[in-house]
């Protein structure tokens, strides 16, 4: 999934009602799963900042949070849910500006289900989104397997292309990445003119060993993104 983070420890947060919750539980969100995931990326996309609930050190299969709500879609009454898999959170202070975004959604992805709490709760919150996350692919003749993870869930590369097409700014072939020098490991793709970070995530398919022993500089410049 597009959404790569560092794990940070979860603090408490209450949450209104009138807050959405995006469920990551195959009891409402079965279908819809990795199209929920697009929906997070738009969201952010679109300035509306996310929470990520997790409940600290909770066993297998236990639920981040309980709540009751009312399905966005259909009006379907929800009571006292187990949310389980890592649901996101979008704030009863941000509904009214998610809310367009999200039935605009789903009348594209009538599978994706999104509830809005009826009274309010408590959860973890293991981390806060606020922006999209920048992705880049290794244009090494295996992205098509990266590129339909992101299809699939209806994220698109930096200038909005869906199908990640090859020549997509984003899509890095190992010349790229090595940059024009082998003394600095940060003037490839992946870094700005001052040696930046670029991306948040750079997905790699299937680059082996042997790829890596024939482009030391790519496994260089990888190791400082």
């Not at 806060?128 to 869930?153: E, F, H, S």
């Not at 090595?178 to 940060?186: A, F, I, Y």
Request: proline residues 7%.
């Amino acid at each position: 999934m597009a959404l790569a983070l560092t794990p940070v420890p979860a603090s408490a947060a209450d949450f209104a009602a009138g807050s959405l919750v995006i469920p990551m539980d195959t009891d409402y969100q079965d279908l819809g799963m990795l199209r929920a995931y697009g929906l997070v990326y738009e969201l952010l996309r679109q300035g509306v900042p996310v929470h990520w609930a997790i409940k600290a050190g909770k066993g297998p299969a236990e639920a981040d949070f309980t709540a009751s709500a009312t399905d966005v879609a259909s009006g379907a009454a929800i009571a006292d849910h187990g949310y389980r898999g890592g649901p996101w959170v979008i704030d009863a202070v941000d509904a009214a500006g998610a809310l367009p975004i999200i039935e605009a959604w789903q009348q594209d992805n009538p599978d994706v289900a999104v509830h809005e709490a009826s009274e309010g709760f408590s959860s973890d919150v293991a981390t806060t989104l606020v922006v999209a996350p920048t992705i880049a692919m290794m244009a090494d003749g295996n992205q098509k397997i990266a590129r339909k993870y992101m299809m699939a869930a209806g994220i698109p590369d930096s200038v909005g292309d869906y199908g990640w097409p090859d020549t997509s700014p984003d899509m890095l072939d190992p010349s790229e990445l090595s940059g024009p020098t082998e003394d600095n490991h940060r003037d490839g793709a992946l870094f700005d003119a001052e040696g930046d970070p670029v991306y948040c995530q750079f997905m790699s398919m299937h680059w082996g060993v042997k790829d890596a022993q024939q482009n030391p500089q790519v496994v260089a410049e990888m190791r400082q993104s």
